[in-house]
């Protein structure tokens, strides 16, 4: 298994930023990708960006040109930079790391509550 601990959430105005962190432990050799997801109050949780091995990216549409996943694998660690936040960015975000068909660890969340 893959342990996870996120950091660096809180409560920002609307424009602001904030950097998440994600620290993996663990089997660290069995993440094929690592990824963030946010869920908001009453909401299904959904994709905010990922990050293969190979350094491939992907983002959600409503996340593009405002939030950067990157990742430092000296400190098996993922970042997500998140620029001119918006209400709507309000959730709580979790990180998680795939492991191909050893399955998908998740970390307890991080909460983000950006005020207008």
């Known amino acids: 298994q893959v342990q996870l601990v996120e950091s660096g959430g809180g409560q920002v105005q609307a424009g602001g930023s904030l950097r998440l962190s994600c620290a993996a432990s663990g089997s660290i050799l069995s993440i094929s990708a690592m990824g963030w997801y946010r869920q908001a109050p009453g909401k299904q949780r959904e994709l905010v960006a990922t990050?293969?091995?190979?350094?491939?990216?992907n983002y959600a549409d409503s996340v593009k040109g405002r939030f950067t996943i990157s990742r430092d694998n000296a400190k098996n660690t993922v970042y997500l930079q998140m620029y001119s936040l918006k209400a709507e960015d309000t959730a709580v975000y979790y990180c998680n790391a795939q492991r191909g068909i050893l399955g998908t660890d998740w970390g307890r969340g991080t909460q983000v509550i950006v005020s207008s």
């Open positions: 990050i293969t091995g190979g350094g491939r990216i």
